[in-house]
């Protein structure tokens, strides 16, 4: 869920990738990159017992969204400002990753990144 909420929340990419510090970055790739990877692992067979049926199709259109902007190269288009405020695949996946997060019954206010 923690990296589903980076990918889900406005106010922390706008600390770390539109404004980030020499000491305190995020990396819109790795960003991705590794909530594809989350979301992917989740919804192996064997883990399958752990989500609801709704819960693995949030988690999956989730994981298709990405992919499908992975491939068109469009997710990673632009860096800080523009990436996070004005790339519409990027807005996207974070639109649905909140959405994802709400369906699994929580809200931004439930993690703290610092």
Known sequence: MFYLSLMASLEY???YIVHPTAKYYESPSEMADILYTECENALLERFEF???PYERDALRELLE???RYFKDQSLLEGIGEY???HNKSWIEVRELALKTLHIFGYDLGDFDYD
């Open 65 to 67: 969204l990405i992919d």
């Open 50 to 52: 752990c989500f609801l």
């Open 13 to 15: 990419q706008d600390k």
């Open 83 to 85: 990436l996070v405020y």
